[in-house]
């Protein structure tokens, strides 16, 4: 049987959402640091939609599909990470001008903290029994 622990899934919620937003991911010369919409809009798009779904699996409480959904979400933001580290060091295809790139462009740390709440969400599921008086762990109907 699976459990939920309902603050665990909403902080990881919250962690994911607004580091999106806030945290910077690439560290550009002219423009300072940029989010993970500045970054690339469609990796963005795609992020809060598998974190959409997250969400409406957790109010109807379809717990394995949860699961499921938090582990794509977490492979998915080590995808893009990849991603824009190979976009980063072959942008142009040509060796000295994608070195200029690669030393004015750096990964920052907003990439740790995405990734660190999606494991959040991962980990707030988990197998085990329930007893009725824990308030914050429910069972899967």
């Not at 622990?5 to 945290?23: E, Q, T, Y």
């Not at 560290?27 to 997250?54: E, H, R, S």
């Not at 494991?119 to 914050?136: A, D, M, T, Y």
Request: aromatic share 14%; charged share 10%.
């Amino acid at each position: 049987m699976n459990r939920l622990n309902k603050p665990m899934a909403i902080i990881g919620f919250i962690v994911v959402f607004l580091s999106a937003i806030f945290c910077p991911f690439l560290k550009t010369p002219l423009q300072a640091n940029w989010n993970l919409f500045q970054v690339d809009m469609g990796l963005y798009m795609i992020t809060n939609g598998l974190l959409g779904l997250a969400v409406l699996l957790f109010f109807i409480r379809k717990l394995r599909a949860f699961r499921i959904v938090g582990l794509v979400l977490v492979g998915w933001l080590v995808l893009a990470m990849g991603l824009v580290y190979f976009q980063i060091h072959n942008y142009f295809g040509w060796k000295f001008i994608d070195n200029i790139l690669v030393k004015t462009l750096h990964m920052k740390w907003g990439w740790a903290v995405i990734i660190v709440g999606a494991l959040i969400i991962v980990f707030s599921v988990g197998k085990g029994s329930v007893g009725k008086g824990n308030p914050i762990a429910e069972q899967e109907d």
